[in-house]
């Protein structure tokens, strides 16, 4: 018998039946790929570590499931509403035990390579299932999938990335099998907000905010208002360059929450321009800076001893990771117990750790992922971004 995840028939039943809001997120479209990597969330959440991503041999996929497996889930495909895919405890067991004998699973992620390799870690403890992690940036794992689904030879079972574009595209073209493991129905889950009608959903969200200098900055920030401040003119401000459509987004979420005149004010500062969140972060560690408006959550920085700090806004601008299982994997049962458990409590503990979470009171998280950001794709045309580009040069340059 075909497993549950191979079974084409089951995956267009899933993917067109399943009524749910779609998932949007922060990195831009296709055509932007390579210029989002440059300054988008996504690469700042590879760049940090430094570390070159693996790459997994392919593997045979394991025995199917049973019977009963698959009866579940074609009942949960002929769900028509965003109701929770009711799949009983004996059929999940018999995923998990099918998982088990597969032995491992592989995930292509741009998420923090700390964070997922404490998942794998907590993964395998709950499961005895080895969880090869391959990170890299959005803009070098998707193309390794593309290559995957055309030649038929999967190596990936699972991908987590911040191109919503591609989600939305891939998704609509069948690439994903929708979850459905128990952890989706979980009420502390946002199903209709964080499950897509394309069956990808939210694992986490990075999260990218203000940050000081405590030993230059003593008063600290207490939102971005404070950029303004006087002291801190001449040099004293990190900002990031709107080089990507995602980026642009930033900005006028900047111009959304503090006014037009804020982004204005804020180039009469005279801040110093980096081109993503990383050398902005080194630079507000290192004391070439004081502030800086676009970096992520400087919590291990300060557990360890540097003078920084950072602080969050109600709402928090960053990116939503689109995670999915792929309709190619080589381990398919194993994909969807690694999809249920990232959406656990110690699942989120592990992947959403410095991020947004999409459950609530997760221990180590900063906020929740209904408090990002949901950038309007829509948007941001090829027109309109090269018009506000042209108008923050003329302000910042």
Known sequence: MTSILRSRRLIRGLAALSALTLVVAACGDDDDAEADQASS??????DTTGDTATTAAPTDTAGAVTDATEAAAVT????ETSAPAGISEADWDAIVTAAQDEGKVTIYSSQGLD????????????????????RDIDSALIPKVEAEQQTGSGIADVIAQASAAWSEQRGAEGWFVPPVG??????????AAELSESGFFTSSAAVLTFGWNTSQYEAGLGDYSDLLDPELAGGRIGVIEPAAPSIVDFWLYLEENYGEEFVTQLAAQDPKIYPSSLPMAQALTSGEISAGSFVQVLVDEKEQGAPVDSGLADQVWGARFNTSILQTAPHPNAAQVLANFMITQP???????????VLPDVP????????????DLSILTEDFVAEYQAKWNDLFK
């Open 347 to 357: 699942g989120q503990e592990a992947i959403a750790r410095k991020a947004a979470s």
């Open 364 to 375: 180590g998280t900063v906020t929740t992922v209904d408090k990002v950001r949901v950038q």
């Open 182 to 191: 128990p952890a989706f129905d979980d009420p502390d889950f946002d199903r």
């Open 115 to 134: 964070q997922l390799n404490d998942m794998a870690e907590r993964f395998s403890d709950e499961y005895g299932i080895e969880l090869e992690v391959v």
């Open 76 to 79: 949960t495909a002929g769900t």
């Open 41 to 46: 969330p996504a690469t700042e959440t590879a």
